[in-house]
Protein backbone atom coordinates (compact mmCIF):
# COMPACT_ATOMS: atom_id res chain seq x y z
CA UNK A 1 0.00 0.00 0.00
CA UNK A 2 1.06 3.61 -0.72
CA UNK A 3 1.49 6.10 2.20
CA UNK A 4 -1.20 8.87 1.92
CA UNK A 5 1.16 11.43 0.64
CA UNK A 6 4.30 10.57 -0.93
CA UNK A 7 6.63 13.90 -2.59
CA UNK A 8 7.27 13.53 -6.31
CA UNK A 9 10.00 15.78 -7.04
CA UNK A 10 9.45 15.13 -10.48
CA UNK A 11 6.38 16.41 -10.97
CA UNK A 12 7.69 19.86 -9.17
CA UNK A 13 8.24 22.59 -11.22
CA UNK A 14 11.81 24.26 -12.23
CA UNK A 15 12.19 27.50 -10.68
CA UNK A 16 13.86 28.62 -14.31
CA UNK A 17 13.16 27.04 -17.32
CA UNK A 18 15.70 24.35 -18.93
CA UNK A 19 16.30 23.34 -22.23
CA UNK A 20 14.09 20.18 -23.79
CA UNK A 21 15.56 17.09 -24.55
CA UNK A 22 16.01 15.14 -27.43
CA UNK A 23 15.27 11.36 -25.52
CA UNK A 24 15.09 10.36 -21.82
CA UNK A 25 14.57 6.71 -20.84
CA UNK A 26 16.25 3.58 -20.01
CA UNK A 27 18.50 1.25 -21.33
CA UNK A 28 19.58 -2.41 -20.79
CA UNK A 29 16.23 -3.59 -19.38
CA UNK A 30 16.23 -7.07 -19.18
CA UNK A 31 13.28 -8.35 -20.71
CA UNK A 32 11.42 -12.04 -22.43
CA UNK A 33 10.22 -11.40 -25.37
CA UNK A 34 8.08 -13.83 -28.34
CA UNK A 35 8.72 -13.40 -31.68
CA UNK A 36 6.29 -14.85 -34.27
CA UNK A 37 7.30 -16.67 -37.14
CA UNK A 38 5.89 -17.38 -40.34
CA UNK A 39 4.87 -20.46 -40.12
CA UNK A 40 2.38 -19.18 -37.19
CA UNK A 41 4.53 -20.17 -34.12
CA UNK A 42 6.27 -18.32 -32.24
CA UNK A 43 9.78 -18.10 -30.40
CA UNK A 44 10.72 -17.06 -27.09
CA UNK A 45 14.24 -15.03 -26.50
CA UNK A 46 15.88 -12.73 -23.88
CA UNK A 47 16.14 -9.34 -24.92
CA UNK A 48 18.55 -5.94 -23.75
CA UNK A 49 15.68 -3.17 -24.01
CA UNK A 50 15.91 0.43 -24.72
CA UNK A 51 13.01 2.84 -24.18
CA UNK A 52 12.42 6.67 -24.63
CA UNK A 53 10.62 9.41 -24.93
CA UNK A 54 11.76 12.84 -25.83
CA UNK A 55 11.03 16.05 -23.34
CA UNK A 56 9.43 19.10 -24.76
CA UNK A 57 8.57 20.91 -22.03
CA UNK A 58 11.62 23.18 -20.87
CA UNK A 59 9.34 23.52 -17.52
CA UNK A 60 9.49 19.88 -16.37
CA UNK A 61 11.96 17.89 -14.22
CA UNK A 62 12.02 14.78 -15.87
CA UNK A 63 9.87 12.34 -17.51
CA UNK A 64 7.92 9.27 -16.11
CA UNK A 65 10.36 6.03 -16.49
CA UNK A 66 7.94 3.66 -14.34
CA UNK A 67 5.64 4.17 -17.06
CA UNK A 68 8.01 2.98 -19.63
CA UNK A 69 8.77 0.13 -17.92
CA UNK A 70 5.47 -0.87 -16.85
CA UNK A 71 4.13 -1.00 -20.51
CA UNK A 72 7.16 -3.12 -21.39
CA UNK A 73 6.79 -5.42 -18.91
CA UNK A 74 3.26 -5.50 -19.70
CA UNK A 75 3.73 -6.18 -23.65
CA UNK A 76 6.44 -9.07 -22.28
CA UNK A 77 2.97 -11.46 -22.34
CA UNK A 78 2.59 -11.20 -25.76
CA UNK A 79 4.06 -11.51 -29.16
CA UNK A 80 5.90 -8.59 -30.97
CA UNK A 81 4.73 -7.78 -34.01
CA UNK A 82 4.85 -4.35 -36.26
CA UNK A 83 1.74 -3.60 -34.70
CA UNK A 84 2.49 -4.36 -31.23
CA UNK A 85 5.53 -1.76 -31.23
CA UNK A 86 3.44 0.78 -33.06
CA UNK A 87 0.72 0.60 -30.18
CA UNK A 88 3.46 0.86 -27.02
CA UNK A 89 5.32 3.87 -28.85
CA UNK A 90 1.57 5.88 -29.00
CA UNK A 91 1.42 4.84 -25.44
CA UNK A 92 4.55 5.70 -24.10
CA UNK A 93 3.44 9.46 -25.75
CA UNK A 94 0.27 8.85 -24.18
CA UNK A 95 1.50 8.27 -20.92
CA UNK A 96 3.60 11.63 -21.25
CA UNK A 97 0.93 14.18 -22.43
CA UNK A 98 2.28 17.79 -22.31
CA UNK A 99 5.84 16.31 -22.04
CA UNK A 100 7.07 13.97 -24.93
CA UNK A 101 5.76 14.06 -28.55
CA UNK A 102 8.17 11.00 -29.67
CA UNK A 103 8.99 7.89 -28.46
CA UNK A 104 11.56 5.03 -29.14
CA UNK A 105 12.00 1.34 -28.60
CA UNK A 106 14.81 -1.30 -29.09
CA UNK A 107 15.21 -4.66 -28.34
CA UNK A 108 18.56 -6.62 -28.65
CA UNK A 109 18.32 -10.40 -28.55
CA UNK A 110 19.39 -13.65 -29.83
CA UNK A 111 17.44 -15.02 -32.59
CA UNK A 112 17.30 -19.00 -32.85
CA UNK A 113 16.18 -21.27 -35.35
CA UNK A 114 16.71 -24.82 -36.84
CA UNK A 115 18.80 -24.79 -39.66
CA UNK A 116 18.66 -28.03 -42.16
CA UNK A 117 22.30 -29.51 -43.26
CA UNK A 118 23.53 -29.19 -47.02
CA UNK A 119 22.63 -32.72 -48.13
CA UNK A 120 22.19 -35.38 -44.99
CA UNK A 121 18.88 -34.11 -43.99
CA UNK A 122 19.71 -33.23 -40.41
CA UNK A 123 19.24 -29.82 -39.08
CA UNK A 124 20.59 -28.25 -35.77
CA UNK A 125 20.17 -24.53 -34.04
CA UNK A 126 21.67 -21.79 -35.47
CA UNK A 127 21.70 -18.03 -33.51
CA UNK A 128 21.20 -14.75 -35.16
CA UNK A 129 22.17 -11.75 -32.72
CA UNK A 130 19.42 -9.49 -34.26
CA UNK A 131 17.23 -6.17 -33.00
CA UNK A 132 14.34 -4.90 -33.72
CA UNK A 133 13.75 -0.75 -33.10
CA UNK A 134 10.86 1.44 -34.12
CA UNK A 135 10.29 5.30 -33.46
CA UNK A 136 7.68 7.59 -33.49
CA UNK A 137 8.67 10.96 -34.37
CA UNK A 138 5.96 13.97 -35.19
CA UNK A 139 3.56 11.23 -35.94
CA UNK A 140 5.73 9.27 -38.71
CA UNK A 141 6.01 5.78 -37.13
CA UNK A 142 9.65 3.73 -38.51
CA UNK A 143 10.37 -0.20 -37.97
CA UNK A 144 14.30 -1.98 -38.52
CA UNK A 145 15.27 -4.65 -38.17
CA UNK A 146 18.61 -5.83 -38.11
CA UNK A 147 20.72 -9.51 -37.90
CA UNK A 148 23.99 -10.71 -37.87
CA UNK A 149 24.39 -13.49 -40.38
CA UNK A 150 27.85 -16.00 -39.95
CA UNK A 151 29.04 -17.22 -43.38
CA UNK A 152 32.84 -18.25 -44.50
CA UNK A 153 34.65 -16.52 -47.38
CA UNK A 154 37.43 -17.64 -49.05
CA UNK A 155 40.20 -15.47 -50.57
CA UNK A 156 40.21 -15.17 -54.59
CA UNK A 157 43.72 -13.89 -54.76
CA UNK A 158 45.02 -17.00 -52.26
CA UNK A 159 42.80 -19.47 -54.38
CA UNK A 160 44.27 -18.41 -57.60
CA UNK A 161 47.63 -18.72 -55.94
CA UNK A 162 47.43 -21.76 -54.70
CA UNK A 163 45.95 -23.31 -58.22
CA UNK A 164 49.60 -21.98 -59.46
CA UNK A 165 51.64 -24.06 -56.97
CA UNK A 166 49.86 -27.36 -58.04
CA UNK A 167 50.01 -26.51 -61.36
CA UNK A 168 53.90 -26.17 -60.26
CA UNK A 169 53.74 -29.53 -58.61
CA UNK A 170 52.34 -31.05 -61.56
CA UNK A 171 54.93 -29.76 -64.05
CA UNK A 172 57.85 -31.22 -61.55
CA UNK A 173 55.84 -34.54 -60.77
CA UNK A 174 55.41 -35.30 -64.87
CA UNK A 175 58.29 -33.45 -66.38
CA UNK A 176 59.72 -36.43 -67.79
CA UNK A 177 56.38 -37.96 -69.09
CA UNK A 178 54.81 -36.88 -72.65
CA UNK A 179 51.56 -38.70 -72.63
CA UNK A 180 49.70 -39.14 -69.47
CA UNK A 181 46.14 -41.18 -69.12
CA UNK A 182 43.46 -39.66 -67.10
CA UNK A 183 43.70 -42.09 -64.86
CA UNK A 184 47.06 -41.25 -64.00
CA UNK A 185 45.80 -37.31 -63.72
CA UNK A 186 43.04 -38.90 -61.42
CA UNK A 187 45.03 -40.60 -59.52
CA UNK A 188 47.44 -37.74 -58.40
CA UNK A 189 44.40 -35.63 -57.79
CA UNK A 190 44.01 -37.40 -55.11
CA UNK A 191 47.62 -37.65 -53.58
CA UNK A 192 49.26 -35.11 -51.00
CA UNK A 193 50.76 -33.13 -53.90
CA UNK A 194 47.71 -33.33 -55.65
CA UNK A 195 46.60 -30.30 -53.03
CA UNK A 196 49.56 -29.29 -51.70
CA UNK A 197 48.34 -25.60 -51.74
CA UNK A 198 44.89 -24.56 -50.48
CA UNK A 199 43.70 -20.98 -50.21
CA UNK A 200 42.90 -19.33 -46.95
CA UNK A 201 39.37 -19.04 -45.78
CA UNK A 202 37.61 -17.86 -42.38
CA UNK A 203 34.53 -17.09 -40.44
CA UNK A 204 33.06 -14.09 -41.97
CA UNK A 205 29.53 -12.06 -40.82
CA UNK A 206 27.52 -9.71 -42.55
CA UNK A 207 25.32 -6.90 -40.33
CA UNK A 208 22.30 -5.96 -42.22
CA UNK A 209 19.54 -3.54 -40.91
CA UNK A 210 16.85 -3.00 -43.14
CA UNK A 211 13.80 -0.01 -42.67
CA UNK A 212 10.55 -1.72 -43.07
CA UNK A 213 8.07 -0.79 -45.73
CA UNK A 214 4.90 -2.72 -44.28
CA UNK A 215 4.16 -1.89 -41.08
CA UNK A 216 0.66 -3.45 -40.93
CA UNK A 217 2.56 -6.77 -41.19
CA UNK A 218 1.71 -9.59 -39.09
CA UNK A 219 5.29 -10.62 -37.67
CA UNK A 220 8.60 -9.41 -38.25
CA UNK A 221 10.26 -11.21 -40.80
CA UNK A 222 13.44 -12.48 -39.44
CA UNK A 223 13.58 -15.47 -41.01
CA UNK A 224 12.98 -13.89 -44.62
CA UNK A 225 15.92 -11.65 -44.11
CA UNK A 226 18.45 -14.15 -42.85
CA UNK A 227 17.49 -16.17 -45.73
CA UNK A 228 18.12 -13.39 -48.39
CA UNK A 229 21.63 -12.87 -46.81
CA UNK A 230 22.39 -16.85 -47.09
CA UNK A 231 21.26 -17.07 -50.28
CA UNK A 232 22.98 -14.40 -51.40
CA UNK A 233 26.26 -15.26 -49.84
CA UNK A 234 25.88 -18.50 -50.93
CA UNK A 235 28.47 -20.22 -47.84
CA UNK A 236 26.32 -19.49 -44.80
CA UNK A 237 28.08 -21.66 -41.73
CA UNK A 238 26.61 -24.88 -40.85
CA UNK A 239 25.18 -26.58 -37.50
CA UNK A 240 24.67 -30.39 -38.39
CA UNK A 241 27.44 -31.60 -40.56
CA UNK A 242 28.09 -34.83 -41.90
CA UNK A 243 30.87 -35.63 -44.14
CA UNK A 244 29.00 -35.33 -47.10
CA UNK A 245 27.87 -31.96 -46.06
CA UNK A 246 31.46 -30.90 -45.15
CA UNK A 247 32.12 -31.81 -48.89
CA UNK A 248 29.15 -29.68 -50.32
CA UNK A 249 30.27 -26.55 -48.40
CA UNK A 250 33.85 -27.27 -49.59
CA UNK A 251 32.53 -27.27 -53.07
CA UNK A 252 30.42 -24.08 -52.38
CA UNK A 253 33.40 -22.23 -50.77
CA UNK A 254 35.23 -22.75 -53.93
CA UNK A 255 32.37 -21.83 -56.56
CA UNK A 256 31.88 -18.49 -54.29
CA UNK A 257 35.27 -17.19 -53.89
CA UNK A 258 34.92 -13.37 -52.33
CA UNK A 259 36.63 -10.16 -51.12
CA UNK A 260 34.96 -8.51 -48.70
CA UNK A 261 33.91 -6.24 -51.47
CA UNK A 262 32.53 -9.27 -53.46
CA UNK A 263 30.22 -10.39 -50.48
CA UNK A 264 28.92 -6.72 -49.61
CA UNK A 265 27.73 -5.90 -53.60
CA UNK A 266 26.10 -9.36 -53.65
CA UNK A 267 24.49 -7.87 -50.45
CA UNK A 268 23.43 -4.78 -51.52
CA UNK A 269 22.31 -6.70 -55.34
CA UNK A 270 19.67 -8.65 -53.09
CA UNK A 271 18.48 -6.11 -50.81
CA UNK A 272 18.05 -3.81 -53.89
CA UNK A 273 15.81 -5.42 -55.16
CA UNK A 274 13.59 -6.25 -52.34
CA UNK A 275 10.55 -3.35 -52.18
CA UNK A 276 9.92 -4.45 -48.63
CA UNK A 277 13.13 -2.24 -47.63
CA UNK A 278 13.21 1.42 -48.18
CA UNK A 279 16.36 1.70 -46.98
CA UNK A 280 19.47 -0.80 -45.94
CA UNK A 281 22.82 -0.34 -44.31
CA UNK A 282 25.26 -3.55 -44.03
CA UNK A 283 28.55 -3.85 -42.85
CA UNK A 284 30.49 -7.23 -43.73
CA UNK A 285 33.33 -8.54 -41.58
CA UNK A 286 36.34 -11.05 -43.09
CA UNK A 287 37.81 -11.94 -39.94
CA UNK A 288 41.20 -12.63 -41.73
CA UNK A 289 43.28 -16.01 -41.26
CA UNK A 290 46.23 -14.94 -42.91
CA UNK A 291 46.10 -11.00 -41.18
CA UNK A 292 45.55 -9.81 -37.80
CA UNK A 293 43.13 -7.94 -38.71
CA UNK A 294 40.22 -8.04 -40.52
CA UNK A 295 38.50 -6.94 -44.02
CA UNK A 296 35.52 -5.21 -44.14
CA UNK A 297 33.26 -3.54 -46.88
CA UNK A 298 30.15 -1.03 -45.62
CA UNK A 299 27.36 0.19 -47.95
CA UNK A 300 24.04 1.94 -47.62
CA UNK A 301 21.25 1.96 -50.09
CA UNK A 302 21.84 5.67 -50.52
CA UNK A 303 18.13 7.31 -50.25
CA UNK A 304 17.87 11.02 -49.21
CA UNK A 305 17.90 11.45 -45.09
CA UNK A 306 18.39 7.95 -44.88
CA UNK A 307 21.36 5.41 -43.34
CA UNK A 308 25.01 6.81 -44.31
CA UNK A 309 27.58 4.69 -45.15
CA UNK A 310 29.24 5.04 -41.48
CA UNK A 311 31.65 2.35 -40.22
CA UNK A 312 28.70 1.86 -37.84
CA UNK A 313 25.26 2.72 -36.92
CA UNK A 314 25.68 3.36 -33.32
CA UNK A 315 23.33 2.01 -30.25
Known amino acids: MTKPFMPDVANMPLSNPMGTLDWVGMSEIEMPISLAQATGTSVRSLARVQAY ?30 QSVSTMLHEFVQSHTGLSNAAFVEY ?14 NSGWKNYPSLIRGQLQEGVLRLELQVEVPYSSTCPCSAALARQLIQEQFSDDFKNRDMLSPQEVYAWLGTSQGVCATPHSQRSFAKVRVTLTDRDASHFALSLLINRIEDALQTAVQAAVKREDEQEFARLNGANLMFCEDAARRLQAALDAQSDYSDFWLRVDHLESLHPHDAVSIVSKGVAGGYLALPSLGG
Open 53 to 82: VNLMDPQSKGIHMSRLYLMLDKASNDVVTP
Open 108 to 121: RFDYYERRGSLLSG
